[in-house]
């Protein structure tokens, strides 16, 4: 089984992408604030069924096949460590707008909400190569069965994103108003994700892992 360390590491390496300007926030932070919470809460649900498709695919054969390679696990090793370099771009580059700053949406009946939802993420580029470029890195044969290793990985990542996504739907307007009080910490917060994602970056680049 996945080791403690590694999944608490895994966990952080969850929890940072999860708060990096992205679609899924985006979409819920406009979407509570615009419609309230219930809406937000509906289209969440929307989003962690989109999360359940990106786990089990990986679960069921792209991460045994890539560990199996070495050549693969190589490459996607440095593909891992490049986006997670162009997140901590996106995050400091001049005129990037935080996660925390709301876009205007109209109102949508529940059954639109929770498609929504469930479109934004299935579609969601920072998701899918989240599972394909960093989510193998935590996965080993010499630690057990691979499906059970990418299940226990997938629903530990998706534990941290309902958490923190349902903490922003529905507190996202009183977010919202803070931030927009104090623009300093909303400045810092995309400065200090963009430090995070650059170390972890680092870390992936140059972590050796034994692959049979």
Not at 50 to 72: K, Q, S
Not at 135 to 163: N, R, Y
Request: some cysteine.
């Amino acid at each position: 089984m996945v080791p403690m360390n590694d999944l608490l590491l895994f966990g952080v390496a969850a929890l940072v992408v999860v708060l990096t300007p992205g679609p899924n926030m985006i979409y819920l932070f406009s979407r509570s604030i615009c419609q309230g919470r219930r809406a937000g809460v509906i289209s969440l649900l929307g989003v962690m069924a989109g999360f359940l498709v990106h786990m089990l695919a990986a679960a069921i054969g792209l991460t045994a096949l890539f560990m199996a390679i070495p050549l693969a696990y190589e490459t996607l090793k440095w593909v891992g460590a490049l986006y997670l370099l162009y997140l901590a771009w996106q995050a400091v580059r001049p005129g990037a707008r935080s996660s925390f700053e709301a876009h205007r949406l109209e109102v949508d009946r529940p059954r639109k909400l929770f498609l929504m939802g469930f479109l934004t993420n299935l579609l969601n580029p920072k998701i899918a190569i989240f599972y394909l470029a960093i989510f193998p890195q935590f996965v080993s044969p010499e630690h057990g069965a691979v499906f059970l290793q990418s299940l226990v990985l997938g629903f530990t990542q998706i534990g941290v994103s309902f958490t923190v996504n349902l903490m922003i739907a529905l507190s996202a307007a009183g977010i919202a108003a803070w931030f927009s009080r104090n623009p300093v910490w909303l400045a810092m917060q995309r400065y200090v994700m963009g430090f995070v994602l650059a170390g972890m970056a680092a870390r992936l680049a140059t972590e050796q892992r034994h692959v049979t």
